[in-house]
């Protein structure tokens, strides 16, 4: 007995997407956990009565200016992730550790904006029907953008904190990869609770 | 080579650490694969005994006899938790995980931590789910806290159980062996791939849904009627066609076994692959049906009712057609196939499989139909009566267990050296097929002739409806038919963990060679069981059937 735990050995015929195709899944599940989410919003919604003459956000008043601005900021952080994957797969580790930094100011940057909006809008949990369906809907895509930040920035130094390779760069793109889905997810429920309503 | 017996392989690897702490950060899917199959077995056992309770129940017409009317509701969902997320999804995840990577030539699982992690927290989940039922948690109980710590409880299942579908599937995906493509993958691997795909794309709408029904029941109650609006947009995991996603592994179980005891190649590769595709395919939807519209219990008929009569034809459609294939491969058998327990429970559970769609079909194009009145003049719905339980028993019951017989039987000498005792393993089929039929045949005709209702979904006095439903319909009789199925099923549970107490904790099992059932897949290349701790060496793969393919060149050449 060795008295720990040796980690078994990889190698023999790995191929390099696993992260990559692993990733996808996660996309495909997260973007179902929202479906399943915005599905029930809707059905709520619909079943609550016509639109307009009913007032199904119990007199709130969704700030759209700050909500776009916040979206605004997460599709600038999309721009910022790919400049950081060009970079990784330049080897340019200055430029790459840049633009990953920059990712994750704007992402910090996405969530107080939201939940500046959401305190100015006076979104209540408990308070009625659409603030619970708000809030939970909201909540998940929110928690879909922390799990990308997150992951941006462990596969940031995945990467980065040695040097840039090829393996370095693929991880970088799997993380890329769910932010760009991150962003799409946090779009579509916008659209739906904050824009149709 | 036992695990315990040396320290370090002859080549200076070292093996896995034995302690508790080993297998709690096991990085080797062997052990992980272990840990699922044999606490799922365990989860079986609570699932199955719940569900004797809450038949019992209905077998008086006075009263409930055994949970009462306040444990009733909580029992009933309690024991279709059990049977699905804690028994079968992560039964076969678990052989996946153990056979996956063997039979496709990787050195291990693509993210073996994760999967390891993927276990414990199904187990934490598992337990915290008891706790919340033991609590008077969960849909219809007493306690608040506990009905949100269910639904915690539920995600953590949820999430866990992805964690390790994409394990699985990543790994089919990426680490074939160089020369194995996605149309030579064993039957069994490529079953595993879509059940996983699946389970990615349809478990997660549940998650989506616990989140609000969490932030809904824990925060003001505003359109969730208390604990009692969780159910009926929940319960759609337990139900067909979701419960096809589930049962996809088990008809490559049988194509693996039946193939190989055949020892021939599938006539058309590309059909086995469709077709198992299918099921897995028509097994999406029934979250569209249930939690988003929350229509439950409403009739379903026009648009709806001829999705559901089509995702049930899809479904046979699928299961007949790989069936077919495998009869075919059967018939060009030139010797008459050895009878084992193995070739016996996996054909059996293919045709439950099968007749699990028909049945639904039928139901579902008579409630569309309106035949005999179905949904009109207050008429339950089938679908709405212990018809449902009927199906879930052929599927759960029948086919969950008969391809649990199977896998283990057949794979046991990979799994744990040694082969399990042939004639209890016949007796335990014939002990599990007449219980599931029991167990089927209760409610099944219950359903049709009394229309008994399967569950009251959001109604208080549900346990007083299933009462007065007893009372001179004949159901009483029907539901004892039920119980003696289940009580049956129950032996045959205990049969299968007595005979693996024997055959392997005993040590009174065969030890088994390589390849002691003249398979034709790769697994059965490496050592039985293959050394833990150890990347799994196969050689380069250029096929599914190495070893069909050696017995043919070395019988061409003679």
């Known amino acids: ?197 | 080579m036992s695990e315990n017996s040396t320290a370090t392989t002859s080549r200076g690897v070292p093996v896995e650490d034995p302690t508790p702490f080993g297998w709690l950060t096991t990085t080797d899917h062997k052990r992980t694969g272990r840990l699922f199959i044999v606490s799922s077995m365990l989860f079986l056992v609570v699932g199955i005994f719940l569900d004797l309770l809450v038949r019992l129940d209905l077998t008086s017409a006075t009263d409930f006899v055994s949970l009462g009317r306040d444990g009733f509701a909580q029992g009933f969902t309690f024991s279709r938790e059990a049977l699905t997320l804690l028994f079968l999804i992560p039964a076969f995840l678990g052989v996946a995980i153990y056979m996956v990577p063997l039979q496709i030539g990787a050195p291990n699982l693509a993210f073996p931590r994760a999967a390891t992690a993927s276990f414990w927290a199904w187990k934490v989940s598992g337990v915290v789910l008891i706790g919340s039922y033991i609590g008077n948690g969960g849909p219809y109980g007493g306690w608040a806290n506990g009905v949100d710590l269910h639904l915690l409880a539920l995600s953590g299942l949820v999430i866990s159980l992805l964690l390790g579908s994409i394990a699985v599937a990543t790994t089919v995906m990426t680490m074939r062996s160089p020369g194995l493509y996605l149309d030579t993958t064993p039957p069994f691997a490529w079953s595993a791939l879509v059940s996983a795909s699946m389970l990615v794309v349809s478990l997660p709408v549940l998650l989506g849904q616990i989140g609000i029904l969490y932030i809904d029941h824990r925060y003001g109650r505003v359109f969730l009627a208390g604990n009692y609006g969780i159910w009926e947009r929940i319960d759609w995991i337990h139900r067909t066609p979701q419960l096809f996603i589930y049962v996809v592994p088990i008809l490559g179980v049988t194509a693996e076994i039946v193939l190989a005891t055949a020892k021939r190649r599938v006539f058309e590769p590309l059909a086995m692959y469709f077709t198992l595709g299918l099921v897995g395919l028509f097994g999406f939807g029934a979250w569209a049906n249930f939690s988003v519209t929350g229509e439950g219990a409403d009739i379903i008929d026009g648009l709806e009712g001829v999705v559901l009569v089509g995702l049930y034809g899809g479904a046979l459609l699928g299961t007949a057609g790989l069936l077919g294939l495998l009869g075919l491969a059967l018939i060009q058998n030139r010797e008459m196939p050895k009878v084992s327990t193995s070739l016996l429970a996996a054909l059996g559970a293919g045709t439950l499989v099968l007749f699990g769609a028909l049945y639904g079909l039928i139901g579902a194009a008579a409630d569309w139909l309106e035949i005999a009145g179905r949904g009109n003049d207050g008429n339950p719905q089938l679908r709405m009566t212990t018809w449902v339980t009927g199906q879930q028993s052929v599927l759960i019951y029948g086919a969950g267990l008969l391809g649990l017989l199977a896998a283990v039987h057949w794979w046991a000498p990979k799994i744990w050296g040694r082969e399990l005792n042939d004639l209890l393993g016949i007796l335990n089929f014939l002990v599990i097929g007449g219980g599931a039929l029991l167990a089927f045949l209760g409610p099944a005709l219950s359903g049709l002739f009394t229309e008994q209702p399967d569950f009251v979904y959001g109604d208080p006095n549900a346990t007083a409806i299933y009462a007065s439903w007893v009372d001179d319909t004949g159901a009483e009789t029907f539901s004892a038919i039920g119980v003696a199925g289940v009580v049956i099923l129950l032996g045959g549970v205990a049969l299968l963990l007595l005979n693996l107490l024997i055959s392997v904790g005993m040590k009174k099992g065969i030890e088994a060679d390589e390849d002691p059932w003249t398979a034709q897949s790769p697994e059965w290349m490496l050592p039985s069981p293959p050394p833990i701790g150890q990347p799994d060496q196969l050689p380069t793969l250029v096929s599914g059937t190495p070893l069909l393919d050696a017995a043919e060149a070395e019988e061409a050449a003679v």
């Open chain 1, 1 to 197: 007995m060795t008295g720990t735990t040796p980690t078994l050995a990889s190698g023999g015929p790995q191929r390099p997407r696993a992260q990559l195709v692993a990733t996808g899944f996660a996309c495909a599940a997260c973007s179902m956990m929202m479906a399943g989410a915005l599905g029930l919003y809707m059905a709520r919604r619909h079943a609550s009565g016509p639109h307009p003459g009913h007032d199904w956000l119990n007199g709130l008043a969704v700030p759209n200016p700050q909500l776009v601005y916040a979206l605004l900021t997460l599709v600038a952080s999309m721009v910022t992730a790919h400049w950081a994957l060009w970079a990784s797969r330049r080897r340019d580790s200055a430029h790459a550790w840049t633009a990953i930094a920059t990712t994750i100011v704007l992402g910090l940057g996405f969530i107080n904006m939201v939940m500046y909006s959401l305190n100015r809008m006076g979104l209540e949990i408990g308070a009625g029907e659409y603030q619970n369906l708000a809030f939970a809907t909201t909540g998940l895509a929110l928690a879909i953008v922390v799990v990308g930040l997150l992951y941006i920035g462990l596969m940031g130094l995945r990467s980065l904190g040695g040097s840039v390779g090829q393996q370095g760069s693929t991880a970088l793109g799997a993380a890329v990869f769910f932010w760009d889905f991150a962003v799409l997810a946090w779009a579509v429920t916008w659209y739906t609770v904050y824009v149709v309503k």
